[in-house]
Nanobody, 115 residues
Framework: QVQLVESGGGLVQPGGSLRLSCLAS????????MRWYRQAPGKERELVAG????????EYQEAVKGRFTISRDNAKNTVYLQMNSLKTEDTAVYYC????????WGQGTQVTVSS
């Protein structure tokens, strides 16, 4: 069974940093692109970043370019999202995603940016 488990969220001050991790299992991780999404209260889910199977960044939301970096370690079946220079607008639940025959999602990890 496909499983995605996010971790690394928490409460940080504006300007701070966090690194999110998503541990994947139940499929051939190295063969699939991976993506991070986020959803803020009262807002629609939005794509944050995507990465190719071999580790090439595919896309970044314009609002996070230059601040966030997506990466992966295929030996560990893990995709990461390094978030620097965090802003209050980054507050959201962050979800890991992979698209096989259907979309799979983790349970999400809360990121709160507040002073």
């Amino acid at each position: 069974q496909v499983q995605l488990v996010e971790s690394g969220g928490g409460l940080v001050q504006p300007g701070g940093s966090l690194r999110l991790s998503c541990l994947a299992s139940g499929f051939t991780f190295r063969a699939y692109a991976m993506r991070w999404y986020r959803q803020a209260p009262g807002k629609e889910r939005e794509l944050v970043a995507g990465i190719s199977p071999s580790g090439f960044p595919l896309e970044y939301q314009e609002a996070v370019k230059g601040r966030f970096t997506i990466s992966r370690d295929n030996a560990k079946n893990t995709v990461y999202l390094q978030m620097n220079s965090l802003k209050t607008e980054d507050t959201a639940v962050y979800y890991c995603n992979c698209q096989l025959r259907e979309n799979y999602w983790g349970q999400g990890t809360q990121v709160t940016v507040s002073s």
